[in-house]
T-cell receptor
Framework: RKEVEQDPGPFNVPEGATVAFNCTYS??????FFWYRQDCRKEPKLLMS???SGNEDGRFTAQLNRASQYISLLIRDSKLSDSATYLC????????????FGRGTSLIVHP | DTAVSQTPKYLVTQMGNDKSIKCEQN?????MYWYKQDSKKFLKIMFS???????INETVPNRFSPKSPDKAHLNLHINSLELGDSAVYFC????????????FGDGTRLSIL
């Protein structure tokens, strides 16, 4: 089982739709969870950290479910500019915390 | 001001050559990283340094040697380049080695002929 797994998609949604992605992780001792966004041929950019109680930033909501070992990202009222690859990152304990990326979920928002 | 900057942006070279990529961050962060993103877009950590000390070394071939002269700089030297080394290499930094998010440079696109 991969350490961090994401559905690669693509998720193809119309403008204004609500879309949700999940990311599962295998190590129950994992600490610190993040969502990044990566546009084509660009670097990953931090979208938001994921806190235990869940957190929201505008149209974006992140949640953590430790019992089932997954994090989620909900995007409301999708915009064309939300089209990108969304990467989850889980810090997995080792000698240090090892930031481990999922393979990413591709989102395409169409008019 | 660019927070994490890498040079060069593009690197095209022949198999067997040796090349270096440089990274600098002006964020005052303690921890720096090198990642490789292959043609399938999978982003894999290679190395991490915390205050010039190597803390993560993820089964990378010995041909890859990182060097951190100070906590603001992390360079990557690659010997005897192979076709499979073709990828985008990203440098990143974070405030500390524990629970902080990372800030990425804009990548170095390495192509081996």
């Amino acid at each position: 089982r991969k350490e961090v797994e994401q559905d690669p998609g693509p998720f193809n949604v119309p403008e204004g739709a609500t879309v949700a992605f999940n990311c599962t992780y295998s190590n129950s001792a994992s600490q610190s969870f993040f969502w990044y966004r990566q546009d084509c041929r660009k670097e990953p950019k931090l979208l938001m950290s994921v806190y235990s109680s869940g957190n929201e930033d505008g149209r974006f909501t992140a949640q953590l479910n430790r019992a089932s070992q997954y994090i989620s990202l909900l995007i409301r009222d999708s915009k064309l500019s939300d089209s990108a690859t969304y990467l989850c990152v889980v810090n997995i304990p080792g000698g240090s915390y090892i930031p481990t990326f999922g393979r990413g979920t591709s989102l395409i928002v169409h008019p | 001001d660019t927070a994490v900057s890498q040079t060069p942006k593009y690197l095209v070279t022949q198999m067997g050559n040796d090349k270096s990529i440089k990274c600098e961050q002006n964020l005052g962060h303690d921890t720096m990283y090198w990642y490789k993103q292959d043609s399938k877009k999978f982003l894999k950590i290679m190395f991490s340094y915390n205050n010039k000390e190597l803390i993560i070394n993820e089964t990378v071939p010995n041909r890859f040697s990182p060097k951190s002269p100070d906590k603001a700089h992390l360079n990557l030297h690659i010997n005897s380049l192979e076709l499979g080394d073709s990828a985008v290499y990203f440098c990143a930094s974070s405030q500390d080695r524990w629970n902080q998010p990372q800030h990425f440079g804009d990548g170095t696109r390495l192509s081996i002929l």
